[in-house]
């Protein structure tokens, strides 16, 4: 080709054509300019599928620290029930000396242990460097991961600083105040003067509200936090074409996996046992499709998140209350949080789907 163009220029100016030979020179000067454009096109394209890779791992690495906080979340939500029951026992005097003495019901936790809520930022960071130039459909995500970790993440970290600080003045008020403390933490043995203090004291009782508090606090920060990282997971999911990470089994973006759960949950709930029974308040579950909504006295509407794997056990956003419908066919669901005794719930009547 090139042979052919350079036979031509010789030709033209043999000829003494001139202006057939500035043509010919401003038809290879174009050739060339394409020639560069075309490069320039395949070297961006080049570029542009190297950034955009970078974004999908960056975007994977989301995930995988998603999946972890939402661990993380649930094993902080396990804890807090199982250490609220713990709590009910205690403060209602159903604790016994051989209870405590073979550690059958572990009430030392209570009061010595705080459940930590570590979470994982390094996919969001790389996903902050590369946000010039990034394309939009990638970008529309930064204002939800804005919020889970400088909004809701602030608050989970916030808590969590208080939680820890709770049980530090705790442990410094019990080296300087009980004797058994510091002897028994030494030995590791359990004095009777330690199963007393348990079994008795005002102080223990005051401890132990102290930290389930912190305990309810750190859960409604923590739902808060879990709610929007699951939306945001299921959202990388798309983007990804369902590339990304394999979606574990109890990630859920929907109260129930299948409709037809909710068919024996739905209904008018009446309380009849703890804390403001004789107000005579009621509770109505509902379901649309496969969410299932918690109307409160019919003051308001919340949607139930689901969060413990093979179970019906529901949380609050932005709160610390939870719903266990345990077992599910007794027409019964507990409700705890806001510090108090569990509350059960009968449902006195069905509710048309």
């Given at each position: 080709?090139?042979?052919?163009?350079?036979?031509?220029?010789?030709?033209?100016?043999?000829?003494?054509?001139?202006?057939?030979?500035?043509?010919?020179?401003?038809?290879?000067?174009?050739?060339?300019?394409?020639?560069?454009?075309?490069?320039?096109?395949?070297?961006?394209?080049?570029?542009?599928?190297?950034?955009?890779?970078?974004?999908?791992?960056?975007?994977?690495?989301?995930?995988?620290?998603?999946f972890q906080d939402v661990g993380t979340s649930g094993f902080t939500y396990y804890r807090y029930i199982y250490k609220d029951s713990i709590k009910n026992l205690v403060m209602n005097n159903k604790v016994s000396y051989d209870d405590i003495k073979t550690k059958r019901v572990p009430v030392a936790t209570l009061a010595y242990q705080y459940t930590p809520m570590w979470r994982q930022t390094n996919g969001y960071e790389q996903f902050l460097q590369m946000t010039k130039g990034m394309p939009e459909k990638y970008k529309e995500l930064l204002?939800?991961?804005?919020?889970?970790?400088?909004?809701?993440?602030?608050?989970?970290?916030?808590?969590?600083?208080?939680?820890?600080?709770?049980?530090?003045?705790?442990?410094?008020?019990?080296?300087?105040?009980?004797?058994?403390?510091?002897?028994?933490?030494?030995?590791?043995?359990?004095?009777?003067?330690?199963?007393?203090?348990?079994?008795?004291?005002?102080?223990?009782?005051?401890?132990?509200?102290?930290?389930?508090?912190?305990?309810?606090?750190?859960?409604?920060?923590?739902?808060?936090?879990?709610?929007?990282?699951?939306?945001?997971?299921?959202?990388?999911?798309?983007?990804?074409?369902?590339?990304?990470?394999?979606?574990?089994?109890?990630?859920?973006?929907?109260?129930?996996?299948?409709?037809?759960?909710?068919?024996?949950?739905?209904?008018?709930?009446?309380?009849?046992?703890?804390?403001?029974?004789?107000?005579?308040?009621?509770?109505?579950?509902?379901?649309?499709?496969?969410?299932?909504?918690?109307?409160?006295?019919?003051?308001?509407?919340?949607?139930?998140?689901?969060?413990?794997?093979?179970?019906?056990?529901?949380?609050?956003?932005?709160?610390?209350?939870?719903?266990?419908?345990?077992?599910?066919?007794?027409?019964?669901?507990?409700?705890?949080?806001?510090?108090?005794?569990?509350?059960?719930?009968?449902?006195?009547?069905?509710?048309?789907?």
């Open positions: 080709m090139i042979k052919f163009f350079r036979h031509i220029r010789k030709r033209l100016l043999t000829e003494n054509k001139v202006s057939k030979y500035l043509l010919y020179a401003i038809g290879e000067i174009f050739l060339v300019f394409i020639g560069i454009m075309i490069a320039l096109y395949v070297n961006n394209k080049n570029q542009e599928r190297g950034e955009e890779k970078e974004i999908r791992a960056a975007l994977i690495e989301i995930q995988r620290d998603l204002p939800e991961l804005n919020e889970l970790h400088n909004v809701r993440g602030y608050q989970v970290d916030a808590y969590h600083k208080k939680y820890l600080a709770t049980l530090t003045n705790i442990q410094k008020e019990s080296y300087s105040e009980l004797e058994w403390y510091t002897q028994d933490n030494f030995t590791g043995e359990m004095s009777d003067e330690q199963i007393d203090f348990y079994m008795h004291s005002p102080k223990f009782r005051s401890y132990v509200m102290r930290m389930n508090s912190e305990a309810a606090n750190m859960a409604g920060a923590v739902g808060w936090y879990r709610a929007l990282a699951m939306r945001i997971y299921f959202r990388i999911d798309e983007l990804l074409d369902v590339q990304g990470l394999e979606t574990p089994g109890y990630f859920r973006s929907t109260s129930l996996a299948d409709s037809t759960q909710a068919k024996p949950l739905i209904g008018r709930y009446k309380q009849i046992s703890g804390p403001g029974m004789s107000s005579g308040a009621t509770v109505e579950i509902t379901a649309q499709g496969k969410q299932l909504y918690a109307d409160l006295e019919g003051k308001q509407q919340v949607l139930l998140h689901y969060w413990m794997p093979n179970k019906m056990q529901f949380f609050i956003e932005s709160t610390n209350m939870m719903l266990k419908f345990d077992p599910v066919d007794n027409g019964e669901f507990i409700m705890i949080g806001d510090n108090l005794d569990e509350r059960r719930w009968r449902k006195v009547e069905k509710i048309k789907e």
